[in-house]
């Protein structure tokens, strides 16, 4: 079965702009979370959704933002980039989330702020 | 918030050799997992340990959950450089988010 796919792979930005990654997970999963991970903070809990619905949501300023799809595809937008915004993002995809349920990770979308 | 503290940051062994990697907090976790990461890849789970002092073998890798559910340990027996890679150790609690540790950057010289 098609695993998680992250679009695009690739992003270089300058300071200012805005951003949407992408995120399709596997089929029949209906959680999707996003980190952020650079060397020095590791992964970073950015928000996670449910059905539609965001569930949880990590230490990260209103600049980023998602949403998720009724196929449960997700998107993650971050407005007036930073420098210190670059960092490979990743999202997990799960069958529900929590305690029991495995995530499996899609390969990322390294971001870079110039 | 919690939590979880990897050491050692840094292993740079020979090959046959054996190493442990530990995964530490002040919370208490209902789950452990660990994911080997490599290169511009994400994350790819290895085992959950939900259970404390539950250890679990994956080959040459053994896995074990504190009796406290505070800690885990991984123990790769006679590395190979294919287990080169950053190990990281995510706790589960409830439905709260998995939380990551900074992981532990692996080296295995052939």
């Known amino acids: 079965k098609a695993g998680v796919t992250q679009t695009p792979r690739y992003l270089i930005k300058t300071r200012g702009q805005q951003v949407t990654l992408s995120c399709s997970p596997i089929s029949g999963h209906r959680s999707v979370s996003w980190y952020q991970q650079t060397p020095g903070q590791g992964l970073q809990f950015l928000f996670e959704y449910f059905s539609e619905t965001q569930r949880n949501k990590g230490n990260f300023p209103g600049r980023f933002s998602g949403r998720q799809f009724s196929n449960s595809r997700s998107e993650m937008n971050v407005s007036t980039l930073e420098l210190g915004d670059s960092a490979l993002y990743l999202c997990?995809?799960?069958?529900?989330?929590?305690?029991?349920?495995?995530?499996?990770f899609g390969s990322g979308t390294r971001l870079t702020v110039v | 918030t919690q939590l979880l503290e990897q050491s050692p940051q840094f292993l740079s062994i020979q090959e046959g050799e054996n190493l442990t990697v530990y995964c530490n907090s002040s919370s208490v976790f209902s789950s452990l997992q660990w994911y080997r990461q490599e290169p511009g890849e994400g994350p790819v789970l290895l085992v959950t340990v939900v259970t404390g002092g539950e250890v679990k073998k994956l080959k040459r890798l053994t896995f074990q959950f504190g009796d406290a559910r505070k800690d885990s340990s991984l123990h790769i027996t006679a590395a190979q450089p294919g287990d080169t890679g950053l190990y990281l150790c995510?706790?589960?609690?409830?439905?709260?988010?998995?939380?990551f540790g900074k992981g532990t950057r692996l080296s295995v010289i052939a």
């Open positions: 997990a995809s799960s069958l529900r989330g929590g305690e029991g349920y495995g995530y499996t």
């Open positions: 995510a706790g589960l609690s409830g439905n709260t988010p998995l939380v």
